[in-house]
């Protein structure tokens, strides 16, 4: 599957290569997918003959299709916890895309539409899960203890009290590399052709060796697929 989208990426840099960007856009936005949500960033570069290409940039949250939040009904204020979880996971994009231009947005034609297809490379950070775990003190009282989650040692559900600060295990972060791909379809308007809102919506495909590590009792995939949907505001500006 790697080698396939190797092959997708060269195919888009070639074209990339020979395109002459006639006007560049920048956009922001908010980004949904499959499996999580972020912040996403597109710098598109048009140019002649409706070709052009795209320059993406996505930072969102990872969940495991297998999480199921639960919560410790036998203490007071409990929070919520997926049983299981290893890490949390939070993924960095960086793709190259070549676009095809339909129609073109311009005072004339309110709606711009365009296709686009590419790969580039998933940064996968994750940081291991601490939980509050509930223990005899020995006096007849119960202590809340932060540990890191073992999937040996915690097997009780009843012992957990939900998740540690979110601080903790900061400087324990790992990463891992992957790749990726999408293809997708744009579509910008607005009243004023330099400042347009966009919406795209695409499929997409991600692939790290071995999967990304999260569930301790389900199986953690090297391939994912899903669906995305992004919501823009951009500034447009001619190039020479």
């Known amino acids: ?16 290569a020979k395109s002459q960007p006639t006007e560049r856009a920048f956009y922001g936005g ?5 499996s999580g949500l972020g912040f996403a960033y597109q710098n598109k570069l048009g140019a002649g003959k409706g070709l052009g290409k795209q320059f993406d940039l996505e930072l969102v949250t990872y969940r495991h299709p297998q ?6 009904a036998d203490i007071n204020n409990p929070t919520p916890f997926v049983f ?18 339909i129609s073109q947005f311009s005072d004339a034609q309110r709606i711009g539409i365009d296709i686009n297809c590419g790969a580039g490379l998933t940064f ?29 040692k915690h097997t009780d559900k009843t ?11 900061l400087n324990e972060i790992t990463y891992k590399t992957g790749l990726s791909a999408s293809v997708g379809i744009g579509f910008m308007w607005g009243y004023y052709t330099n400042f347009p809102k966009r919406l795209e919506a695409g499929f997409y495909s991600e692939y790290f060796n071995k999967g990304l590590p999260v569930m301790a009792f389900a199986k953690n995939k090297n391939l994912q697929n899903g669906v995305y949907i992004k ?3 951009g500034k447009r500006v001619a190039k020479n």
């Open 67 to 72: 999480e199921t939040k639960t919560f410790n």
């Open 124 to 152: 996968g950070f994750l940081k291991p899960v601490y939980i509050n775990m509930i223990y005899p003190d020995g006096a007849g009282y119960e202590i809340i203890v932060s540990e890191k989650y073992d999937p040996e």
């Open 1 to 16: 599957m790697h080698k396939l989208l190797l092959s997708i990426s060269l195919i888009c840099f070639g074209f990339i």
């Open 84 to 101: 299981g979880k290893q890490n949390k996971v939070a993924l960095l994009k960086v793709q190259y895309s070549i676009s095809h231009k």
């Open 159 to 169: 012992r957990i009290a939900g998740y540690s600060d979110g601080r903790i295990g």
């Open 231 to 233: 919501m823009f505001l």
């Open 30 to 34: 908010v980004i949904y997918k499959s």
